[in-house]
C-alpha cells in the first residue's frame, strides 16, 4: 500500500511540475527578448490615417509579395455581410465594406472629400448634388456599374430601418438618374455631414440584379478591389483579389479575416506563424509581442471611443452637481488606468468628453482636478446619506475600472456596490425613458466626424445611457449640421462641450491603446481611430 | 419494438413545447434585447422604436411565442434576427463540425476508457487502479478550457506538431478532438471500472472461470456483456452534450461547431436563433437516448426477451 501511495505521489507531483512548466514557461527560445513587464522600446510605426491614399508600398522592384494573408480580427464578430442589416454595426464588418465596396467620395480628412465611384461632384446650396459618375466600372458580377445602382442602393438603405446605413442616406430626399453616370440627389434640408455619411463603409454601392437575383447573398457583390470567396457567419471570411478592379489593384491575392474567441489562442497562433496579423491582443501579452522587434512589427492605434463613468441624470442622488463633481474630484485617473490598461493606457487629461481624434475637439476646458478634501465638501452638499450606489459594468477593463473607483470612491466615505453584467444587459439597464442605472463604466462610441456627438447627448439616442436631456444642447445639435460655415460650426461644437464640462453627466477617464501585431514584412493597413480599418492593399513581404 | 420507438419520438412533441418555451421566457426575462446589440453611433430614437416593432418587443411574449411556434409546427425554425439568414442552414452547415468532434471524441474516448476502466477494475486496490482512479479523478476535475489551453501549448506552442486553432484541414481537427475525448475518457473510464467491479465477483463469473474458460473469454463475453448498460448510458449522455455542442473547448480552439454558435446567438440576444438551435441540439439529444435505449436490447438478452415476450403476449391475446 505504501508503495502504491509513494507511486501516486510521483506521478502527481510529475503532473503538477509538467502543468505548472507548461503555463509558465517560454518557447525554448527562438523568440528573443520577451521579457513580460519589460517595458516598450521598440519604435513602432502609429498608424496614419489616410484614407483612400494606400500607403506606399516599397519602392523595389525585386520586392515580393506573399500571395495569402491570415488575419485574426479584434474581438467583434462578422456575423453578416451586408450593410442594410443592424448586425452589420460591427468593426471588421466594416473592414470587409471597405473591402469589397466602393463609395462615392472617400474622406480625405478635416472635411476633404476625394473621388470616389463619382468624379466629380457640384452643389449650389449644399441641398442638390450633382454627381459626375465614374463609366469603367463593374461589379463582381460582370454588371456594369450607373447611377441607377446608387438609386437602388439608396432605397435599400431607407427601408433598412434600424441599420447604420439607414442614417447615412436619411436625408436624401430625391435621386434621380440624369444619364447613367449623372445622378442628382436633393437633400431634404442642408446638412453638412452628408459627405461624411456617404463616405462611410457602409455606404458603399450594391448592385441591384445581384441581389434581386441572390437576396440571402446579393450584397456580397459590390465593385471593390477585393471580392469575396466564403463567409461563415462569426468565424471567417474568406475574399479573393478582384483583377478587373478599375483602381490600384491590390497587392496580395487571397486574404482570410478570422474571428478567434479565446486570447490565449490568439497569441499562440500568432507566435506559431498560423497568423499573419493578430488585432486586440491580451494587454497583457503585448509588450511580450512588441519587445520582439525581430519578429514582429506592432501598429499601435487608439479608438477615438471614450471610456467613461456615467451617471444617471434622472435619478436623485446621481443626478445631482454636487454629487457628481464629488466623484469626479475623488477620482485619480491614473490609477485607474495602469490598473485597466497597463502600459496601455493614456489618461485623460481634458475636461471634454469628446472623441479622440474627432473633429472639433475642444482642448482648453480644464480637467475637473483630483482633490480628495474637495471632494469631500462637493459630497457633503450633496443629497447622499450613506446610500449605497451602484456602478454598473459589463467588460472586463470596466470592472477593473469599477473596482479601483470603488476603493478611491470608499476613502471619501462614498460606499458603492458594483454590478456586472453583459453588454446588451447594460444597453437595456441604461435605456433612455427606463434607466435603471446610477452610475456605470461603460464606453461612449464616437466616429471621427463631429456628428456622433449627438447620439451621447440627444434625448432618445442609442448611446445617451445617462438620460441626458438640456434643451440648449438639443437644440444646438439640431442646428448643428445646417452649419455651412466651417468656423461657424466649429465654434458652435466648442460652446456645446463647453456647456456640457459645466453640468457633466459624463466624466472621461483614459483612452485604451490596442495594438495590431504583424509578423514581419506586413504594411499597407489604415488603421483610423474610428475603427474602420482599411486593409485593402494590405501586403506582406517574402523574401 | 416499433411501438415503443414512435411513442418516444411522439414524446419529442412536448419535450419541444417544453424547451422552446424555457428559452423563450429565458431570452425574455434575461436583461437587454437585441436591440441592445445592434445599436451603433448612428443609431437614433426613432431606429429604436422601429426595431422593437420589427422584432415584435413591443408585444408580449405569449404573442411572439405562438408566432414562432405557429411557423415552427409547419417545420420552419425561421430566420436569425441578427442575419435575416435561416436557423436551419445555420445549423446544418456547423453540425457536421459538431458531429465530427463528437464522434471522434467518442472514439478517443472510448477506445481509452473502455480497457482502461475493466483493467482498473481486474486489478482492484493495486497500482494501476489506483493511478487510473487518480487520472480519471483528475481528468474530470480539470476544467475543459484549462486541459484545452494546456494541449494547445505543448503540441502547438512546443512541439508545433499541430495548429493552435481554426478550421484548417485534419491538422486542426486533432486537438479538440484529443481534449474532447479525454474528458469524455474521465467520465467513462470510472464508470466501466464501477461496472466490471460489480459483476467481477459474480457467482456466475467464478463458474465460468471453476468451468475453465479462459480469462479472457470471461471478461469480455461474460463480464463486459453484463456492464454494458451503464457504460452505453454514460458514453450516451456524454455525446448527446457534445452534440449540442462544447462552446469552451469550440471556443479556445477556434472550432466553427454548434455550440459556438449557440452562445454567440444567446450573446446577441437572438431569440429565434437560439431557440432553433437548442431545440435542434434536444432533438438530437432525445434521438439519442433513443438509440441507446435500443442498444440495450442488443447488449442485453433479457431487455430483448422482454420486448419479444410483449409481443408474444400480444398475439396470443389476439
Not at chain 1, 517595458?39 to 513602432?44: K, M
Not at chain 1, 466629380?120 to 450633382?130: A, L, M, Q, V
Not at chain 1, 443626478?319 to 485617473?333: E, I, K, Q, T, Y
Not at chain 2, 506538431?161 to 481537427?173: E, I, L, M
Request: glycine share 6%.
Amino acid at each position: 500500500m505504501k508503495k502504491a501511495i509513494r507511486t501516486l505521489c510521483l506521478i502527481m507531483s510529475i503532473t503538477m511540475l509538467l502543468t505548472i512548466l507548461a503555463s509558465c514557461g517560454q518557447k525554448a527560445s527562438e523568440k528573443p527578448g520577451t521579457e513580460t513587464g519589460t517595458p516598450s522600446t521598440s519604435s513602432a510605426p502609429s498608424a496614419t490615417p489616410t484614407p483612400n491614399t494606400p500607403p506606399p508600398p516599397p519602392d523595389d522592384e525585386n520586392v515580393k509579395y506573399a500571395e495569402e494573408l491570415d488575419v485574426i480580427i479584434d474581438n467583434n464578430k462578422i456575423a453578416v455581410i451586408n450593410p442594410f442589416l443592424s448586425a452589420s454595426n460591427t468593426s471588421p464588418t466594416t473592414w470587409v465594406f471597405n473591402m469589397i465596396y466602393d463609395k462615392l467620395v472617400y474622406g480625405l480628412g478635416e472635411g476633404e472629400y476625394g473621388p470616389g465611384l463619382a468624379t466629380s461632384w457640384d452643389t449650389e446650396d449644399y441641398k442638390t448634388f450633382i454627381f459626375k459618375l465614374r463609366d469603367d466600372v463593374y461589379f463582381h458580377n460582370g454588371e456594369h456599374f450607373t447611377a441607377d445602382d446608387v438609386i437602388y442602393t439608396i432605397e435599400q438603405a431607407r427601408a433598412a430601418e434600424g441599420a447604420p446605413v439607414h442614417d447615412r442616406w436619411a436625408d436624401v430626399e430625391t435621386a434621380t438618374a440624369v444619364d447613367p453616370y449623372t445622378l442628382e440627389i436633393v437633400l431634404k434640408t442642408v446638412n453638412v455631414d452628408f459627405f461624411y455619411n456617404i463616405s462611410q463603409p457602409q455606404s458603399g454601392i450594391v448592385n441591384e440584379k445581384a441581389m434581386t437575383e441572390d437576396p440571402e447573398n446579393g450584397t456580397w457583390i459590390g465593385t471593390g478591389c477585393w471580392k469575396m470567396a466564403d463567409f461563415a457567419p462569426n468565424d471567417y471570411v474568406k475574399l479573393v483579389r478582384n483583377d478587373d478592379y478599375w483602381g490600384d489593384k491590390a497587392l496580395t491575392q487571397r486574404i482570410t479575416l478570422r474571428y478567434v474567441p479565446e486570447m490565449s489562442t490568439k497569441l499562440m497562433q500568432l507566435q506559431n506563424g498560423e497568423t499573419d496579423v493578430c488585432f486586440s491582443l491580451d494587454p497583457v501579452d503585448m509588450p511580450m509581442i512588441e519587445a520582439d522587434t525581430e519578429n514582429y512589427t506592432c501598429y499601435k492605434y487608439t479608438y477615438n471611443n471614450i471610456d467613461l463613468i456615467g451617471f444617471n441624470m434622472e435619478d436623485p442622488i446621481v443626478g445631482d452637481w454636487n454629487f457628481r463633481m464629488a466623484v469626479m474630484s475623488a477620482l485619480d485617473l491614473e490609477e485607474i488606468t495602469i490598473a485597466s490598461c497597463g502600459d496601455y493606457g493614456i489618461v485623460e487629461t481634458e475636461g471634454t468628453v469628446y472623441g479622440y481624434e474627432t473633429e472639433f475637439r475642444n482642448h482648453d476646458i480644464p480637467k475637473v482636478p483630483y482633490d480628495v478634501e474637495k471632494a469631500k465638501e462637493y459630497l457633503a452638499a450633496s443629497p447622499y446619506n450613506g446610500e449605497e450606489i451602484e456602478i454598473a459594468c459589463a467588460i472586463a477593463t470596466y470592472i477593473i475600472s469599477a473596482e479601483v473607483i470603488q476603493e478611491q470612491l470608499a476613502k471619501i466615505g462614498l460606499k458603492t456596490v458594483i454590478k456586472q453584467m453583459d453588454p446588451p444587459s447594460m444597453g437595456a439597464y441604461c435605456a433612455y425613458g427606463d434607466n435603471k442605472s446610477q452610475m456605470f463604466v461603460h464606453v461612449g462610441p464616437q466616429t471621427l466626424s463631429a456628428a456622433s456627438y449627438r447620439n451621447l447627448y440627444y434625448p432618445g439616442a442609442g448611446y445617451n445611457r445617462v438620460s441626458y436631456n438640456n434643451p440648449v444642447i438639443t437644440e444646438m445639435l439640431d442646428r448643428a449640421p445646417t452649419l455651412t460655415d466651417l468656423e461657424e460650426r466649429k465654434a458652435l461644437y466648442m460652446e456645446m462641450q463647453e456647456i456640457i464640462a459645466q453640468d457633466p453627466p459624463y466624466f472621461s477617464m483614459y483612452w485604451l491603446q490596442h495594438m495590431a501585431a504583424c509578423v514581419k514584412g506586413v504594411g499597407g493597413m489604415v488603421l483610423s481611430a474610428d475603427s474602420y480599418f482599411d486593409l485593402r492593399y494590405i501586403y506582406k513581404i517574402i523574401d | 419494438m416499433l411501438r415503443y420507438v414512435l411513442k418516444r419520438i411522439l414524446w419529442l412533441i412536448p419535450v419541444i413545447i417544453c424547451v422552446s418555451f424555457i428559452v423563450f421566457a429565458l431570452m425574455d426575462l434575461a436583461p437587454g434585447t437585441i436591440i441592445d446589440a445592434m445599436i451603433s453611433e448612428a443609431t437614433t430614437a426613432e431606429d429604436i422604436a422601429a426595431l422593437r416593432a420589427k422584432y415584435d418587443l413591443d408585444k408580449p411574449l405569449i404573442y411572439r411565442y405562438g408566432k414562432y411556434m405557429f411557423r415552427l409546427a409547419q417545420g420552419d425554425l425561421g430566420l436569425s434576427d441578427v442575419s435575416q439568414t435561416s436557423v436551419w442552414d445555420k445549423y446544418i452547415t456547423r453540425l457536421p463540425n459538431t458531429l465530427l468532434l463528437s464522434l471522434a471524441a467518442l472514439v478517443i474516448g472510448s477506445a481509452i476508457s473502455i480497457p482502461m476502466g475493466i483493467n482498473a477494475a481486474r486489478h482492484a486496490g493495486k497500482i494501476t487502479d489506483t493511478a487510473t482512479t487518480t487520472f480519471t479523478l483528475i481528468g474530470m476535475s480539470m476544467p475543459s478550457f484549462w486541459l484545452a489551453l494546456l494541449l494547445i501549448l505543448l503540441f502547438s506552442y512546443y512541439l508545433g506538431w499541430v495548429p493552435a486553432g481554426g478550421n484548417k484541414g485534419f491538422s486542426a481537427f486533432i486537438l479538440p478532438a484529443v481534449c474532447s475525448g479525454l474528458l469524455l475518457m474521465a467520465n467513462s473510464t470510472r464508470q466501466t471500472r464501477s461496472s466490471m467491479l460489480e459483476v467481477l465477483n459474480s457467482d456466475y463469473l467464478r463458474t465460468a472461470r471453476a468451468k475453465g474458460v479462459p480469462e479472457k473469454v470471461v471478461i469480455r463475453k461474460h463480464a463486459l456483456g453484463n456492464a454494458w448498460i451503464p457504460i452505453l448510458t454514460t458514453i450516451g449522455s456524454s455525446l448527446g452534450v457534445s452534440l449540442a455542442g462544447s462552446a469552451v473547448i469550440e471556443s479556445v480552439f477556434a472550432w466553427p461547431g454548434v455550440g459556438r454558435a449557440t452562445v454567440d446567438a444567446v450573446l446577441a440576444r437572438d431569440v429565434t436563433e437560439t431557440c432553433g438551435m437548442i431545440i435542434m441540439s434536444t432533438i438530437i439529444y432525445v434521438l439519442l437516448q433513443l438509440i441507446v435505449d435500443l442498444m440495450y436490447a442488443f447488449v442485453d438478452p433479457r431487455i430483448r426477451a422482454q420486448y419479444t415476450n410483449r409481443k408474444k403476449k400480444r398475439r396470443s391475446a389476439v
